[in-house]
């Protein structure tokens, strides 16, 4: 059996790339315009968002994992095309490539989905594959604790009831020349969630593996992993990351990559799974400050915020959404767990945008559990019509400064005001022509741009369940007196307070201030809070499931 290399695998402190941060919070600020600005430029509000948007680039989540395994005996490699069979030992000495040619000769150009049909294009991919009923290999994801390794790193934030199971997909070789363009993996099922690549050790140079744009994610050389430099002992390399990734495998310059390829689905283990007790702080403390903020939709609302990977859903009317709010991905789980630490209720959603009008102060979207006609007309007389009669509720987003249509006030369906806290996607799904995706085409699901919905209560309710007061809307003045600075408070309803105070000093003018939350020790106590709340959660799960 292959024994894990920890030093390898281990991705306990994750850290992205200076460069990845930046294109995240690029895409956060920057990357719709449908996410309006919401505040003034320069007021505390619009601070208080920016350091939120901040806070999720901060603390980023892994999309991506790899590792090393050293070789043994039981890793060999059994293969059979009508009379022709053969097998490879990876132990001991390098596989020879004679070896590796006769494996080719059983096996088939590989071809990949390029809209609603499969393609044979060796300019966009060159390379071999093998299906798995050719094939059988000793290597176990299970035993050999790969896949609880990427588990550990991919479900970082999900709950302990969510688990992943590993199907054997395909056996594919890359030889002197051989390349796969950008692409995304087939999505073939509802919980389909990631992918994991095993390079098996052959000698060979090039084949690296680049996830996301240009490898702005990352570059697996797994060239470079198959032998321990020292004792010269075959290792298996390894890689998993999100399957909705763009990840392509750059050419071959010398010898045979191999690979083995899993498909990941989420499903539910039979015990709850045992995973270290995960906090997030920064997140959650920059979320709990941005919705205390009074003039924070203070009648209640929708915050709203664009999920930053894909999920695969049915490209037909009809498809519920019930599957996506069991497992999400990365900061999309993060910011779900926690708005429900926060005792918000929050849920997954299609959205669907009108183009706003050219002088209005509001976008027009359109949200539902259920996915619709992609062929909606925009510009139909019905339209709202349409979507009243498929249930989908219609949104109206918060922009600064606000401004409104008054003869459409009349015309309108009841309305919901939300604010996007990161950029909603314009369209629900991707047009099939212009995606690429690895290995066979499939007509059942493709990938989709969903928006993650938190329903905000009225300021007044907003901290009930919490026990938490309302915080008060005070206005401080300050007034120079003879070198001392007179503080004086105001109520909502402009009547001085009883409380004034003389602060050594100098200054002059009167500035508006957000109320303190807690004072002093108050991020302790928000901490102590939120591991209790996690383990009230995870204990809550454990007990519906038993």
């Known amino acids: 059996m292959a024994s894990q290399d920890s030093e390898d695998s281990s991705q306990e402190d994750y850290d992205a790339p200076e460069h990845v941060r930046q294109s995240i919070l690029d895409s956060i600020t920057h990357g719709s315009s449908t996410c309006c600005q919401a505040f003034e430029d320069g007021s505390q509000e619009q601070a208080t968002l920016e350091d939120l948007r901040q806070s999720i680039v901060d603390t980023i989540t892994p999309n991506y994992c790899h590792g090393g395994l050293l ?14 069979a053969g097998c490879l030992n990876f132990e001991g000495e390098p596989v020879k490539d004679e070896d590796i040619l006769k494996l080719i000769e059983v096996c088939e ?11 044979l294009d060796e300019s966009y991919r060159k390379a071999w594959k093998l299906d798995v009923s050719q094939f059988a290999s000793q290597f176990d994801v299970v035993t050999s604790g790969v896949l609880d390794t990427v588990q550990e790193q991919l479900l970082l934030y999900e709950s302990s009831t969510k688990t992943l199971e590993a199907y054997l997909y395909k056996l594919n070789i890359y030889g002197p020349g051989s390349f796969f363009k950008p692409h995304v993996d087939t999505p073939r099922e509802a919980e389909m969630f990631a992918t994991l690549v095993i390079v098996l050790p052959t000698v060979h140079t090039g084949g690296n593996l680049l996830l996301g744009e240009n490898g702005s994610i990352a570059d697996f050389n797994s060239a470079e992993q198959m032998y321990e430099e020292e004792t010269e002992t075959p290792r298996i390399a390894w890689a998993a990351f999100y399957s909705d990734i763009d990840h392509e495998v750059l050419p071959v310059e010398a010898g045979y990559r191999i690979t083995l390829t899993y498909n ?4 539910s283990p039979a015990e709850p799974r045992s995973s270290p007790l995960r906090t997030f702080p920064e997140f959650t403390n920059a979320l709990e400050d941005f919705i205390k903020m009074p003039s924070l939709l203070p009648d209640g609302g929708l915050l709203g915020f664009g999920l930053m990977y894909k999920y695969p859903i049915e490209p037909h009317t009809g498809t519920k959404l019930t599957t996506f709010a069991g497992a999400l991905k990365g900061n999309d789980a993060l910011i779900r767990k926690a708005c429900k630490m926060l005792g918000l209720e929050v849920t997954v959603k299609v959205l669907y945008t009108q183009s706003p009008r050219w002088d209005s102060g509001y976008q027009d979207h359109w949200i539902s559990d259920v996915v619709q006609d992609e062929n909606f007309g925009w510009e139909e007389d019905g339209l709202r019509k349409r979507f009243r009669e498929a249930d989908m509720e219609r949104m109206i987003t918060v922009t600064a400064p ?27 799904k991707h047009q099939l022509e212009l995606q690429a995706y690895g290995n066979e085409h499939s007509i059942t699901y493709m990938y989709g741009d969903l928006v993650l919905i938190a329903k905000l209560p009225p300021l007044k309710d907003r901290f009930k369940e919490s026990g938490e007061e309302e915080p008060p809307l005070e206005i401080v003045t300050e007034e120079e007196d003879g070198g001392k600075t007179l503080k004086r408070k105001l109520t909502e309803s402009g009547v001085d307070s009883d409380e004034d105070q ?12 957000l109320p303190s939350e807690g004072g002093k020790g108050s991020d302790g106590a928000r901490e102590h809070k939120q591991a209790r709340i996690c383990e009230e959660e995870d204990g809550s799960e454990d007990e519906k499931h038993k």
């Open 502 to 513: 003389l602060e050594e000093g100098s200054g002059s003018g009167s500035k508006a201030q």
């Open 264 to 267: 990941l689905y989420i499903a």
């Open 109 to 119: 150009p590989a071809t990949f989905g390029r809209g609603n049909e499969d393609v």
């Open 402 to 428: 606000p401004q409104k249509y008054p003869e459409e006030e009349s015309q309108v369906s009841p309305t919901v005001q939300a604010l996007w806290v990161t950029p909603p996607a314009r369209m629900v």
């Open 71 to 84: 070789v043994d005996s039981s890793v060999s490699l059994f293969y059979k095309k009508g009379s022709s």
